[in-house]
């Protein structure tokens, strides 16, 4: 404890220089240079706290820091311009000389200089929006890599097995795409990847459901879109993540983001797109349709190949029959009848004994399936989810008030060390002025000499007059 009060509690500081602010009697104010340009910062900044400028960007600079420092110009005069890196991370487009933009903010001074500047808050790009020109932008660059060339398009499959579906769970769409598949190719499984479709964060989760989908074994064909909205609202599918997933998945994908009149970006790289996710389940299924057709044609040509000769043996039949020699014909070909008769009963009885076997062979299986049944599965997992989060609350409050206890105790031992706490009990701290030399014997010092208490709150320079144990007429110290 002793080595704590061995030194002062501040560094010695260097007398300053008395101030002379007062004019020379009779003549004008003289400012310094560092005055005369804080008044004219002060003053730009009063006069335009918020101000909107147009022009040209040129000398585009992009420190390792993050900030921007740019030039504005038109063709009589140039503005310097500065956007510093809470404000740059806000962009929606990537700044480029050459630009016509309007930038917002104040205007200041940069005091080392002496070059007065516009610190941006906002800039934003003449004629196209932040959004769109950030997408032109884009678009040139998968462009130049070729994501966007026709010839990588892929063919969809014929009869896909396996269905892939990149949406979210609680939108119209992932109903419109079930119920389409489940009425025209009810065979088909479906894999669903749920992923937020709006929103912050959205694009990276699209990313993430597509690239689990292509781990999958046996999917086919993927489908990710969303129902209709603003351009906002379908903006996730223009950001670069969701394009550059959807062509590096493994198989063909449809995109069917539900707005006819907005071309996204996941429509120009998918390999197919449709204007909603209905429209997008029956491309799927199209081919299939074109089978059941060309089957119903072979079939109707077959039938009718069928009753042709059919019609050509019954009228060879008849023309038999007149014949005197098969006079008997007609009572043996009845015989034939009721044998075929007794064969054909025994065959329905057959078949429906099948059929029926069949039916309690599906019904065990549907039984089965529906103990698979994703929602189910999903309210389970949701419960499980619940559980988890409640005991990791519980756990982290529970860490948090132990934390608590500890510091506060730490805290309460911090405080009886603290020498603050010895002078607040009302001693004093005494040391010599010349030496700074913490003082601990009254035989160190002589009547004269100039000695600094320190306090609890404050400090004293006082003089010394004496001595008790030297008997002096006047004993003490003077302030």
Same mark, same amino acid.
């Given at each position: 404890?002793?080595?704590?009060?061995?030194?002062?509690?501040?560094?010695?500081?260097?007398?300053?220089?008395?101030?002379?602010?007062?004019?020379?009697?009779?003549?004008?104010?003289?400012?310094?240079?560092?005055?005369?340009?804080?008044?004219?910062?002060?003053?730009?900044?009063?006069?335009?706290?918020?101000?909107?400028?147009?022009?040209?960007?040129?000398?585009?600079?992009?420190?390792?820091?993050?900030?921007?420092?740019?030039?504005?110009?038109?063709?009589?005069?140039?503005?310097?311009?500065?956007?510093?890196?809470? +404000?740059?991370?806000?962009?929606?487009?990537?700044?480029?000389? #050459?630009?016509? =933009? *309007?930038?917002? @903010?104040?205007? &200041?001074?940069?005091?080392?200089?002496?070059?007065?500047?516009?610190?941006?808050?906002?800039?934003e790009p003449r004629g196209l929006g932040a959004l769109q020109l950030a997408l032109e932008q884009l678009k040139r660059r998968l462009q130049a890599e070729g994501l966007l060339d026709p010839t990588r398009k892929r063919p969809l499959p014929t009869?896909?097995?396996?269905?892939?579906?990149?949406?979210?769970?609680?939108?119209?769409?992932?109903?419109?795409?079930?119920?389409?598949?489940?009425?025209?190719?009810?065979?088909?499984?479906?894999?669903?990847?749920?992923?937020?479709?709006?929103?912050?964060?959205?694009?990276?989760?699209? +990313?993430?459901?597509?690239?689990?989908?292509?781990?999958?074994? #046996?999917?086919? =064909? *993927?489908?990710? @879109?969303?129902? &209709?909205?603003?351009?906002?609202?379908?903006?996730?599918?223009?950001?670069?993540?969701?394009?550059r997933a959807?062509?590096?998945?493994?198989?063909?994908?449809i995109s069917a983001v539900g707005h006819e009149v907005d071309i996204t970006l996941a429509d120009l790289v998918a390999d197919l797109r449709a204007p909603t996710p209905s429209a997008a389940a029956e491309l799927v299924v199209s081919a299939r349709d074109e089978f059941v057709t060309r089957i119903d044609r072979l079939r109707q040509r077959a039938r009718g190949a069928v009753d042709q000769r059919i019609r050509r043996a019954r009228a060879a039949v008849h023309q038999l029959d007149a014949r005197p020699a098969y006079a008997g014909f007609r009572g043996g070909l009845a015989m034939r009848g009721r044998h075929a008769a007794e064969i054909l009963a025994r065959l329905e009885r057959t078949a429906r004994d099948t059929v029926q076997r069949?039916?309690?062979?599906?019904?065990?299986?549907?039984?089965?399936?529906?103990?698979?049944?994703?929602?189910?599965?999903?309210?389970?997992?949701q419960m499980r989810i619940t559980r988890s989060d409640a005991a990791m609350r519980t756990r982290l409050t529970e860490r948090y008030h132990a934390a608590n206890i500890r510091l506060r105790s730490a805290a309460g031992r911090l405080d009886s060390l603290s020498p603050l706490g010895v002078l607040g009990r009302g001693y004093a701290l005494c040391w010599r002025t010349d030496s700074q030399t913490l003082l601990r014997d009254a035989a160190d010092v002589a009547a004269g000499d100039a000695l600094r208490i320190t306090l609890r709150r404050g400090e004293l320079d006082c003089t010394v007059t004496g001595r008790p144990d030297r008997g002096d007429e006047h004993d003490g110290l003077r302030s």
């Open positions: 404890m002793g080595d704590l009060f061995d030194l002062p509690f501040d560094d010695p500081q260097e007398p300053e220089p008395p101030a002379n602010d007062e004019p020379a009697a009779g003549g004008p104010h003289v400012y310094s240079v560092s005055e005369l340009t804080s008044e004219i910062r002060d003053l730009l900044g009063t006069t335009w706290p918020d101000v909107r400028v147009e022009g040209e960007i040129s000398n585009l600079k992009i420190s390792s820091l993050g900030h921007v420092y740019f030039t504005l110009k038109d063709e009589r005069a140039q503005l310097r311009g500065v956007m510093f890196r809470s +404000a740059a991370r806000t962009l929606k487009f990537k700044l480029e000389d #050459g630009q016509q =933009v *309007v930038a917002e @903010g104040q205007i &200041g001074v940069y005091e080392p200089r002496g070059e007065y500047q516009l610190l941006c808050e906002r800039v009869l896909p097995r396996r269905i892939g579906i990149v949406t979210s769970l609680t939108g119209a769409a992932v109903r419109d795409i079930l119920k389409v598949l489940a009425r025209r190719y009810p065979n088909a499984q479906v894999v669903i990847a749920p992923a937020r479709v709006q929103g912050d964060g959205a694009s990276a989760d699209i +990313a993430r459901a597509l690239a689990a989908l292509g781990r999958v074994e #046996g999917v086919d =064909v *993927v489908i990710v @879109g969303r129902g &209709g909205g603003s351009i906002e609202d379908l903006w996730a599918f223009n950001e670069e993540p969701v394009a959807i062509a590096r998945c493994p198989v063909p994908v069949r039916q309690r062979q599906y019904q065990a299986l549907r039984v089965r399936l529906d103990g698979l049944d994703l929602r189910r599965r999903m309210a389970r997992m």
